[in-house]
């Protein structure tokens, strides 16, 4: 029938920021383990410090990551809004790497939107 017992399709938009959310915090795991663990003296502390310095912007955008695969399986346009907000304050936290979430917090919005639109629909055509 479709990807559950409603027969709703999963949102396309969510979908897309689910799957670079989870690259990001994929390519951050592998980029910050291996900047720490292969640097050695100064540079180890360096690249330790680093690592904390961005660590709540990791952790609020992983946060924002199963918010948005929530809101994308469960269907809830307040879990894509939630998501939405957590990208949004991941850009706040490290404005350096503002460009690595900036696509999932406008696609979150916008799916929330739509969501909202397509729930407002149904419930008047019921």
Avoid: D
Avoid at 67 to 73: P, T
């Amino acid at each position: 029938m479709g990807n559950n017992a409603s027969g709703k399709k999963l949102n396309i938009l969510l979908l897309i920021a689910f799957v670079l959310g989870v690259a990001y915090m994929l390519y951050s795991a592998v980029y910050w383990t291996g900047a720490v663990s292969n640097a050695s003296g100064t540079e180890g502390l360096g690249a330790m410090i680093a690592s904390r310095i961005v660590m709540p912007h990791l952790v609020v955008t992983g946060v924002g990551v199963i918010f948005n695969g929530l809101g994308l399986f469960m269907k809830k346009p307040a879990f894509a809004l939630v998501a939405g907000i957590l990208y949004a304050v991941a850009m706040v936290l490290f404005m350096t790497y503002f460009m690595f979430v900036v696509i999932q917090a406008v696609l979150c919005f916008v799916a929330f939107a739509q969501m909202k639109k397509a729930e407002g629909s149904s419930t008047t055509a019921s």
